[in-house]
């Protein structure tokens, strides 16, 4: 998954995801879940345990080495509870967001911000794109670290990388995936933009901002 997963409820999503992997595919090892999805063996082997114990899977030996984790018609249907608090929690979290951005924005053009560059590809980064469409501030390109860059289009934009940011000519960069170490690039790109006046946004303001709601 990507950056959305910094503010769902752990718990819940992992069992939601544990349920849909199930369903697909019940004879598959703990070690292969917990490779999927990012999380502990020990984490994976607990969440498994509770769901045998609340009736939402059954566990049926296939050979000596092999077990399957076939889903109940319980679980089924707290699968189907699980999705419907998720999409309800998604709804929430996109329309804050959106209104945080609108924020942004705001305050960008009160600075006489005229160009902006989005640094980071993300599903946050859609968001400020659509948001943007209703002000008076150009999206000047989409930009993305060499190690994460790809020959690509977004929006109609050609993906470049963070050293040709000074290219599109911007006023502010706005770093649009959430980075928990970000200051080698920064460092980067404090250089590439030399003595040149231009503001810095940050997505990890608005991860602040998001848990003060709740």
Same mark, same amino acid.
Not at 42 to 48: K, P, Q, R, S, W
Not at 207 to 214: A, E, G, P, Y
């Given at each position: 998954m990507g950056s959305l997963d910094l503010f769902r409820p752990p718990q819940e999503m992992r069992e939601l995801s544990?349920? /849909?992997e199930l369903e697909k595919n019940p004879i598959v090892s703990q070690r292969e879940l917990s490779n999927k999805f990012g999380i502990a063996l020990?984490?994976?082997?607990?969440? !498994?345990k509770r769901m045998v114990r609340r009736g939402w899977i059954r566990i049926k030996e296939i050979d000596r080495r092999k077990v399957g984790y076939y889903i $109940? /018609? %319980?679980? !089924? =249907?707290? %699968?189907?509870?699980? $999705?419907?608090?998720? !999409? =309800?929690?998604?709804f929430k979290y996109y329309t804050e967001l959106k209104s945080i951005f609108e924020h942004k924005f705001l305050e960008m053009e009160k600075r006489g911000i005229?160009?902006?560059v @989005?640094?980071?590809v993300s599903d946050e980064m859609e968001i400020a794109y659509i948001t943007i469409q209703g002000t008076n501030i150009e999206l000047a390109g989409i930009v993305e670290d060499k190690e994460n860059w790809r020959p690509t289009k977004i929006f109609g934009y050609e993906l470049k990388k963070l050293d040709e940011i000074m290219e599109m000519t911007p006023d502010a960069v706005f770093i $649009? =995936? @959430?980075r928990e170490t970000i200051e080698p690039e920064l460092e980067w790109l404090k250089y590439l933009i030399g003595p040149k006046k231009i503001f810095f946004y940050y997505l990890l303001d608005v991860?602040?901002?998001?848990? =003060?709601? %709740?």
């Open positions: 544990l349920l /849909q020990g984490v994976t082997n607990a969440c !498994l $109940t /018609q %319980k679980g !089924l =249907s707290e %699968k189907t509870k699980l $999705t419907i608090r998720f !999409l =309800s929690y998604i005229r160009r902006v @989005f640094y980071g $649009t =995936s @959430f991860r602040r901002m998001i848990h =003060s709601m %709740k």
